[in-house]
Nanobody, 120 residues
């Protein structure tokens, strides 16, 4: 079993910054990818940013140039630095990981989510 625990959410004014962290624990042989998704009320869950084990990154269009993802494989932790936050960034942010639990099996895991609220 793999557990993802997020931290760093909260309330911030428009234009401010927050840094989210997600640490993975459990039976992990390696990571295929870690990243962040978000879901606002009444909307579908959407990609924020992902980072693969090969260090390639992918960002949602709405956060490009404002958010930065980083992945520390040794610490089993992924970070999301969010700058120039906007009210439309308000959502529950979920950590996501694609984990190799052995040489043949890769599973997907989600954290419980952390609330980010941006006031105007």
């Amino acid at each position: 079993q793999v557990l993802l625990v997020e931290s760093g959410g909260g309330l911030v004014q428009s234009g401010g910054s927050l840094r989210l962290s997600c640490i993975a624990s459990g039976s992990i042989d390696g990571f295929a990818a870690m990243g962040w998704y978000r879901q606002a009320p009444g909307k579908e869950r959407e990609l924020v940013a992902t980072s693969t084990s090969g260090s390639s990154t992918n960002y949602g269009d709405s956060v490009k140039g404002r958010f930065t993802i980083s992945f520390d494989n040794a610490k089993k932790t992924v970070y999301l630095q969010m700058n120039t936050l906007k009210p439309e960034d308000t959502a529950v942010y979920y950590c996501h990981a694609e984990v190799w639990i052995n040489s043949f099996v890769r599973n997907t895991y989600w954290g419980q989510g952390t609330q980010v609220t941006v006031s105007s």
